[in-house]
């Protein structure tokens, strides 16, 4: 089974990298992380990566499923929620749960 992790940066991705995707390896799981696309330079192209508003991460979540489609795929997502986007679907209930640690 292949699980596409789309995360917030690159800190996000060396734990998908590091941590996760050896652990789940074990399971036959490979797991996949992907930076969200935050914007495009109509110029150059190039893409800016990480954080961003809940749009973009709904975007790249639809265009992933349309490209990574079938029994073995599943996807999911790894925000730090300190920096979440406040048009984050149910945000408000969120943000008014006190930390675990």
């Not at 734990?15 to 992907?34: E, G, N, W």
């Not at 990574?68 to 209930?93: M, S, W």
Request: positive net charge.
């Amino acid at each position: 089974m292949r699980l596409y992790v789309v995360v917030e940066g690159y800190t996000e991705e060396a734990f998908v990298k590091k941590v996760l995707a050896p652990h789940l390896a074990t399971f036959s799981v490979t797991a996949v992380p992907i930076i969200v696309t935050t914007r495009r330079d109509r110029s150059t192209g190039a893409k800016y990566r990480g954080g961003g508003h809940w749009k973009h991460w709904r975007k790249d979540l639809n265009m992933l499923s349309r490209q990574h489609h079938g029994n073995g795929v599943r996807f999911t997502t790894l925000f730090d929620l300190y920096g979440l986007p406040d048009d984050f679907p149910d945000y408000e209930p969120l943000v008014a749960m006190t930390d675990t640690t």
